[in-house]
């Protein structure tokens, strides 16, 4: 259920969706009971009709709404508080709505900065609250030089044993945005892509928060009741290996390198979240 001021869904968490994760990621399911963090993004999507979609694959309408026409979306990073744990069998019911909108006028024309609230909760209280952070900017024939690419990378180079590594190829970015019924084109349409500035396809910015989030689970680390923060700093363009390493700066931290070893995005924790 959607209006201007807010979009509502419920549905029953089973145990498919996390199925499918779990095979994008090449790992078993990690709890028959419930989901880990950040695995609440393949859960409660919105579905909108085909005709409700604008050439960029966004939806036309609903929260958020694009500012305007011909706006092109970028995906800046958010927060993500779990205050449990999304149960199987059970239902969850989801609450979106825009917390605030700002504009500025930047190099590349005017940019709209957009963040969004989203409250999910079991009958028993509240689960999860996320907060995202999307900008919108205007079309430009310039937004990404090829040269900042890291295509091609070589996909025999192993990441040591405390570094978490993915294979950002065209099928699983495909595989991604299917399970996040994420339509926008960038990520598996390679003109379109090109179209907007890009030299390859690019990699999602909730795929990259995701892999920061699972390195910490894996590296024993609790997130529960603490607030895990994420950034995008730059444009992740496959086909290629990316890894993801614990940050120096800070404790609980993650980063996200690309074949070149640039630092495409970073997380931590703030336990007063």
Do not use: C
Request: aromatic residues 6%; hydrophobic residues 35%.
């Amino acid at each position: 259920m959607s209006s201007d001021d807010q979009d509502v869904r419920s549905e029953v968490i089973g145990p498919e969706p996390a199925e499918a994760l779990a095979g994008l990621l090449d790992i078993p399911l990690p709890d028959e009971q419930s989901l880990p963090p950040l695995w609440h993004w393949v859960y409660l999507r919105d579905r909108p009709a085909q005709g409700d979609l604008g050439p960029d694959g966004h939806p036309m309408h609903g929260v958020p709404a694009p500012p305007g026409p011909g706006r092109r979306r970028m995906f800046a990073g958010g927060r993500v508080t779990a205050h449990g744990q999304l149960r199987f069998g059970q239902i969850a019911t989801r609450t979106t709505r825009v917390t605030g909108t700002r504009t500025k006028t930047g190099k590349s024309g005017v940019l709209t900065f957009v963040t969004t609230r989203t409250d999910i909760r079991h009958d028993e209280g509240p689960v999860i609250v996320e907060e995202q952070d999307i900008v919108y900017r205007e079309p430009s024939g310039s937004d990404q030089p090829a040269e900042d690419a890291a295509i091609g990378a070589d996909p025999s180079v192993a990441s040591a044993s405390d570094e978490l590594s993915f294979e950002a190829s065209p099928t699983a970015l495909f595989r991604f945005s299917a399970l996040t019924y994420n339509a926008h084109r960038i990520h598996y349409d390679l003109p379109y892509a090109q179209d907007e500035g890009y030299a390859g396809l690019v990699v999602h910015g909730p795929l990259q928060a995701l892999l920061m989030g699972e390195y910490l689970r894996r590296s024993g680390v609790d997130t529960s009741r603490k607030m895990f923060s994420y950034r995008l700093v730059a444009p992740m363009i496959g086909p290629q290996r990316l890894v993801v390493r614990g940050s120096d700066d800070v404790t609980d931290g993650a980063e996200v390198h690309d074949a070149r070893g640039r630092v495409t995005a970073r997380s931590w924790l703030d336990a007063s979240g």
